[in-house]
């Protein structure tokens, strides 16, 4: 079942911090996060494990929520080269992509 | 490393004609996916690959569509015959199953297909 991501869309700054949520009717194995630009494939940013550990990314950390029903994708600082849309992606064996986020970080 | 390398990177093609999308995955990767991307239904799995071999096709859309890895350097998808609702960007992506988390999944560039 497709992971439902919140909000569709966001607006901010440069320098300003954002956070995606990503909610499953399920418990979450696992998820990915990756980021798409337009007209061009998505990349892995990073994985949120399912005890908690990360592995990626610098700037952007993962979190589950009590019931690991929901992750949410941290952005801080954000920087213009963070535009694109964001994708969480949930599964076993085989993943499952998420609705997408919008993001577009304005000067 | 090369990549995730698919071809070809546009295709335009009348309806009820034979496409074939290729992708050449990442030397050592032995999951090997491919996705289909839509504005409206966003990106689906279609199939999924375990060392060459099909684990799961229920994503599929019909009989129509066919993917083959004759070996590990090497995927097909094949849509026989073509229709203008097939058009979507058909993207290829490995993954080195042992390690899978620590290294996500690498994308190919995509394929663009345009049936009319």
């Known amino acids: 079942q497709q992971p439902v991501q919140s909000p569709q869309a966001v607006i901010l700054r440069e320098g300003e911090d954002a956070v995606i949520n990503c909610s499953s009717s399920?418990?979450?194995?696992?998820v990915h996060w990756y980021r798409q630009k337009h007209g061009e494939a998505p990349v892995f940013l990073m994985i949120?494990?399912?005890?908690?550990e990360q592995k990626g990314h610098e700037k952007i950390s993962a979190s589950f929520n009590e019931k690991k029903q929901q992750s949410s994708l941290y952005l801080t600082a954000s920087q213009l080269s963070y535009s694109g849309t964001y994708f969480c992606?949930?599964?076993?064996?085989?993943?499952?992509f998420g609705t997408g986020t919008r993001l577009k970080v304005l000067a | 490393d090369a990549g995730v390398i698919q071809s070809p990177r546009h295709e335009v093609t009348e309806m009820g004609q034979e496409v074939t999308l290729r992708c050449k995955p990442i030397?050592?990767?032995?999951?090997l996916f491919w996705y289909r991307q839509t504005m409206m239904r966003g990106l689906e799995l279609l199939i999924y690959?375990?060392?060459?071999?099909?684990?799961?096709d229920s994503g599929m859309p019909e009989d129509r569509f066919s993917a083959k890895m004759p070996n590990a350097s090497f995927s097909t998808l094949k849509i026989q015959p073509s229709e203008p609702r097939d058009s979507a960007v058909y993207f290829c992506?490995?993954?080195?199953?042992?390690?899978?988390?620590?290294?996500?999944?690498?994308f190919g560039s995509g394929t663009r297909l345009t049936v009319v």
């Open positions: 690959f375990n060392n060459n071999v099909p684990i799961d």
């Open positions: 030397s050592g990767h032995n999951s």
């Open positions: 949120l494990l399912k005890g908690g």
């Open positions: 992506a490995s993954s080195p199953k042992s390690d899978r988390d620590a290294y996500g999944y690498t």
């Open positions: 992606a949930s599964g076993g064996y085989k993943y499952i």
């Open positions: 399920k418990a979450l194995y696992s």
